[in-house]
């Protein structure tokens, strides 16, 4: 069995805040380490009022402190919206308060709409055409300083930050593989390219000092409950957040909605079940299933678990189940 990693985008539910949805994010990443967890990672989206992550290193520093061996990091900082000397100074923080523990996973979209893009007020010039250069530059920071260099990353110089590149598509494969990068793919909700994604990425890896082999990654949603009518009651959460998402409404995460997706019109009813293709819905007995057949079409070395579920008890139940499903 792969390694099972959590995705947590710190859900704000209907009726709560962002300070409740924190302190939950805390207490989810302390259960993750206990059931057996490799990493947990947290995801830069702004202007989402369903979504506490924002700030993501800071957050990321709220967990791994209060966590002591599970890794924790980003999945991603969106590196258009940053100079990539500010990540290195606050991932080689992190790294430094936490050694061993952080990983710095790196995407090219922005995380938001494009009025939220210029209020990010990164840079005049400059964007996602900029970012394999950005990339390049990020992790040279992280190298021990050449005699004479003016500007060093302190922190940052010489702390081990595992790099990641994320995808949604071929794009980010391709710079995977061409740089020697781990990689993770974007399956819980953009799987279309997922298929051709891996065939390039595994065919054309190139070694490097960071990895010698290819290793990849999958996103995948989990809803897990005592009973399979539970689980989809569960799923009808982060169905409407899709929905409303999609058509300029997104807002705190939904309560459940029984029958949701069934009155749904037959264009949105085949987007959301496209977009979450990739899910495991049910029972124990189900989930289990619906697990191993993804992980023996796919053959990952890693799957990056996210589960949007409006309960907090609900939701680290599930992670409970699928750990025992998966072997933690």
């Not at 990164?122 to 996602?128: H, I, K, N, Q, Y």
């Not at 929905?243 to 029984?258: D, E, F, Y």
Request: net charge negative; hydrophobic share 40%.
């Amino acid at each position: 069995m792969p390694r099972l990693s959590v995705l947590d985008l710190s859900p704000v539910p209907e009726g709560s805040d962002v300070s409740q949805s924190l302190a939950n994010t805390l207490d989810l990443a302390r259960h993750a380490e206990r059931l057996g967890y490799h990493r947990y990672w947290l995801a830069e989206h702004h202007n989402m009022p369903g979504i506490a992550s924002a700030a993501t290193a800071v957050v990321i520093g709220h967990v791994a402190a209060g966590t002591s061996t599970i890794r924790v990091g980003a999945g991603g900082i969106m590196l258009p919206n940053h100079a990539p000397y500010v990540i290195a100074e606050q991932f080689g923080t992190l790294a430094a308060l936490h050694p061993g523990r952080i990983d710095l996973g790196l995407g090219r979209a922005p995380g938001t709409d494009q009025a939220t893009s210029r209020a990010l007020r990164r840079t005049l010039e400059g964007g996602v055409d900029d970012f394999p250069r950005d990339v390049m530059e990020l992790m040279s920071w992280f190298e021990p300083a050449e005699e004479g260099q003016r500007i060093r990353a302190t922190p940052g110089e010489g702390q081990e930050v595992q790099v990641w590149m994320l995808g949604s598509s071929t794009y980010g494969a391709q710079l995977a593989a061409h740089l020697g990068l781990p990689y993770a793919f974007a399956s819980h909700f953009a799987p279309a390219e997922l298929e051709r994604a891996l065939a390039i990425y595994r065919s054309s890896f190139q070694p490097s000092k960071r990895l010698s082999e290819p290793w990849v990654m999958l996103g995948y949603n989990a809803f897990a409950a005592d009973t399979d009518e539970e689980a989809k009651d569960l799923f009808t959460s982060v169905q409407q957040a899709f929905v409303n998402l999609r058509t300029g409404k997104a807002g705190k995460l939904p309560p459940p909605r029984p029958g949701y997706a069934e009155a749904l019109d037959a264009g949105a009813r085949s987007m959301i079940d496209q977009a979450l293709s990739c899910s495991a819905v049910g029972s124990p007995e189900t989930v289990k299933a619906q697990l191993n057949a993804f992980i023996e079409r796919h053959k990952p070395d890693e799957l990056m678990v996210t589960s949007q579920i409006f309960d907090h008890a609900a939701r680290v139940k599930s992670y409970g189940i699928l750990a025992e499903a998966g072997g933690g």
